[in-house]
């Protein structure tokens, strides 16, 4: 059991809760993050099981200053994170740009970028202490499947790993190494929102996900890149 402080945003279900559970074999404390807190408890009761201290944070990510106060909470308790697991994301449906509902858009921007960039910039004084920090979005690219209809998601998600970039180039020579992870199509209820009656046996499990970005996580040297599964 490695004494790492981690922590995981959107952690209630989906890639998000399969990591925290993965991690939870491995390290000594996690907290998880995520606005269903009955969600959080069972998966908070798994990670006990394996060994690991975890600390359940119901949180709304798009709430002003809940993201400054819980850095200012953890910096009073811990002072460092050694790793940062970004998941929390959302994408309502798939149409054409002229048909996308203003609000569903604003509210799209709010929890995968902006909250990512509050992430990034009120978590970095816990990850700058850390001796060596790992700060990972798991995020999406684009692909010819994103050419059309993904005007609600995909722009979003090209900006988030542009900053992402950036916060890893502008920390090169620190302990921070910040990268993204693009999982493809995962097997998840985020997935089968927007893609329903797919063949399940085509995408990925969500547990397989999980794996490999710990094993990523827990070895990883690089920063600034996106690792593709």
Not at 19 to 41: D, F, G, P
Not at 47 to 62: F, R
Request: with cysteine; hydrophobic share 40%; aromatic share 6%.
């Amino acid at each position: 059991m490695r004494t790492l402080n981690c922590l995981i945003t959107g952690a209630s279900s989906g890639i998000g809760a399969n990591i925290a559970q993965e991690l939870s074999k491995s390290v000594k404390h996690i907290y998880i993050l995520s606005r269903n807190t009955s969600k959080l408890e069972e998966v908070n009761d798994k990670i006990i099981s394996n060994g690991c201290e975890c600390t359940i944070v119901p949180i709304d990510l798009c709430e002003p200053n809940v993201i400054e106060n819980l850095s200012g909470e953890i910096f009073k308790k811990d002072k460092f994170l050694d790793i940062v697991v970004t998941s929390a994301g959302q994408i309502t449906r798939l149409s054409p740009v002229e048909s996308i509902d203003l609000n569903e858009f604003n509210d799209t921007i709010k929890l995968n970028y902006i909250s990512n960039f509050r992430i990034m910039k009120h978590f970095h004084p816990l990850l700058k202490n850390s001796k060596k920090s790992n700060f990972v979005v798991i995020s999406s690219i684009k692909d010819e499947m994103k050419s059309q209809y993904w005007g609600i998601y995909q722009p979003i998600m090209t900006a988030l790993n542009e900053l992402v970039i950036t916060f890893a180039n502008e920390n090169r020579g620190t302990s921070i190494n910040a990268n993204i992870i693009y999982p493809g199509a995962v097997n998840t209820k985020f997935r089968e929102n927007i893609m329903p009656g797919e063949d399940k046996k085509k995408i990925k499990n969500p547990v397989d996900v999980a794996r490999a970005v710990v094993n990523f996580l827990l070895s990883n040297e690089k920063s600034g890149e996106i690792i593709k599964l």
